[in-house]
């Protein structure tokens, strides 16, 4: 069994022979490209590569005219000269282009089934990475992928056996699956190897947005790089990482309370998620951002999506300001103010405490920092206590997908009132109820309640008791002497108001909207997405 596919076993995919072939890992064509591939629509997308010849002329035909460019005269760190030619901007479509290149040293590379679409970056810890066979629905979602031809997929693959990178790698060292045209054997398991199966919450948005948002007539490309059990830190460059007063000479295991690393006979689901040679590090600062993210550099992007969070639970007071400057720094690195979306994190029995009602606020004050373009989707309600493959890991991959994407409509195409945030509050206050006593109304923004806002009884938490589920995130109004259940009901489309179960005594101080483990979530839009996990306070 692989346990990666190196670049040279795919080089009859990703180009011509070279004539004179480099050592290594290195192409005459960058490793993030290749036959099949997308390339960004609408922009000067890049071709770039490494010649084995210092100042050797390098060519691209494309579309029958050529363009030329001269290599550098400076040895890359990862060997070779790296050249690039950018393109003129050319409409998305199905049309199938071909780019013949070449050089003065006599390397040449052919590159067919090109489309022009747009192109997404999917990234994180194991939820990103795990994988389309394991979701809900598995044997529908990978038959149906055989209709989608024009979303394209490439999955990147931690490489165990090269000296881990202190700085920025130039070129990409492995992948486990190259640009490919997503089937039902892509977004699996060709060749019985488990290293090539795909992310499924990236096929799931990419198949969403081209069905939604592109109305299934511009191609999609997808680029799945995650790695399982790792820390936010180690997918920020330096900069970043001090910009939050955090030193970028490592990252220290002991502070990984919740281990995400995929085990028993079901982890083949993931690529691999352990580092076992000392080569690279997954829990080292800015080693997966040296790897990972920086070889994509020159490539064009309509956007990114995240999903990490779990192995930072700890030190959620300190998330907010690492996941904001990352998204800077990615930026920065790839010359594009790209719009960014991630995802609030599930649930798992966490063995007590407050530390995912904490990272999961402190996901959701993120947006409160204004970076433009970025988007927050929740999980916090998909918990999957079942589920083979850990709790960490739910299954229900489809609606995080689905759920991206809307947001995705919103903020990578611009689309007008899309509630993709769930309701949002808008007014609260506490109120006597003719009934029920001491009570609490909120009212959301009509927008962010769509056709309205209702209440979901299946998942009321009010009867349920900490001794029947533990960690239970029930909806609590807060006194000086108690805290007591309550029952959620409409009071009208865009208000909700929260009852107590028992007469309160004393003024509310506060509600709880499931701050536990399993957030048994009651409050939805009319497109179900719900409320998030919110703390109001009242003076």
């Not at 998305?92 to 071909?98: E, L, S, T, V």
């Not at 029930?474 to 959620?488: C, F, K, Q, S």
């Not at 009852?499 to 839009?525: A, K, R």
Request: proline fraction near 6%; charged fraction near 15%.
């Amino acid at each position: 069994m692989k346990s990666a596919i190196t670049i040279s076993a795919f080089l009859s995919v990703l180009a011509e022979p070279v004539v004179n072939a480099q050592s290594g890992n290195l192409n005459f064509v960058a490793n993030t490209l290749g036959s099949n591939m997308v390339l960004q629509r609408d922009v000067p997308a890049s071709i770039y590569g490494y010649s084995a010849v210092g100042s050797s002329v390098v060519t691209v035909t494309f579309n029958g005219n050529s363009f030329d460019t001269i290599a550098s005269d400076v040895l890359s760190n990862t060997g070779g000269y790296n050249w690039k030619v950018d393109l003129p901007p050319t409409a998305g479509g199905f049309d199938q282009h071909y780019l013949k290149i070449s050089s003065s040293a006599g390397e040449t590379a052919l590159l067919t089934n090109v489309v022009f679409g747009d192109v997404f970056l999917c990234g994180g810890q194991s939820n990103m990475q795990f994988s389309v066979p394991g979701e809900f629905n598995a044997d529908e979602e990978i038959t149906a992928a055989d209709n989608y031809p024009n979303i394209r997929l490439f999955s990147v693959n931690p490489q165990y056996d090269i000296p881990p990178p202190t700085e920025p790698w130039d070129d990409l060292q492995a992948f486990s699956l190259p640009w490919s045209v997503a089937s039902s054997t892509t977004v699996t398991n060709p060749e019985n190897d488990w290293s090539y199966l795909f992310s499924a919450v990236c096929w799931e948005f990419g198949k969403n947005t081209f069905d939604i948002s592109l109305d299934g007539k511009v191609p999609v490309g997808l680029v799945s790089s995650n790695w399982g059990g790792t820390f936010i830190e180690a997918w920020m460059p330096p900069s970043a990482l001090a910009a939050c007063g955090v030193s970028s000479s490592g990252t220290d295991r002991a502070h990984r309370v919740n281990s995400d690393t995929p085990r028993g006979k079901n982890s083949s689901l993931f690529t691999p998620a352990i580092n076992t040679t000392g080569n690279i590090d997954p829990d080292v600062s800015s080693s997966l951002y040296n790897s990972m993210i920086y070889p994509f550099r020159s490539m064009k992007l309509a956007g990114a999506i995240w999903y990490q969070g779990e192995s930072n639970v700890a030190n959620a007071a300190g998330y907010p300001c690492l996941q904001n400057q990352m998204v800077l720094s990615w930026r920065v690195t790839m010359g594009t103010d790209f719009g960014f979306l991630y995802t609030q994190i599930s649930t798992w029995d966490n063995g007590g405490g407050s530390m995912l009602a904490d990272m999961r606020n402190s996901q959701f004050s993120i947006l409160a920092l204004g970076t433009p373009d970025v988007g927050m989707i929740t999980a916090a309600d998909l918990g999957d206590p079942t589920s083979p493959y850990d709790p960490i890991h739910p299954r229900n991959k489809m609606e995080v997908g689905r759920r991206m994407a809307l947001a995705g409509s919103s903020v990578f195409y611009g689309a007008q009132g899309v509630p993709f945030t769930g309701p949002m509050v808008e007014s609260y206050e506490t109120f006597v109820h003719p009934e029920m006593g001491k009570s609490v109304r909120l009212t959301f923004t009509q927008s962010t309640c769509g056709d309205g806002c209702k209440i979901m009884p299946a998942q009321d938490c009010a009867d349920v008791s900490k001794e029947k589920k533990q960690g239970c995130g029930e909806i609590l109004l807060n006194t000086n002497r108690r805290a007591v259940l309550t029952i959620a009901t409409m009071e009208s489309a865009n208000v909700v108001i929260f009852t107590p179960v028992e007469p309160l005594f004393g003024d509310i101080s506060s509600l709880s909207y499931c701050q536990g483990d399993y957030p048994l979530m009651t409050v939805y839009n009319s497109l179900d997405v719900p409320l998030v996990p919110i703390v109001v306070g009242f003076e």
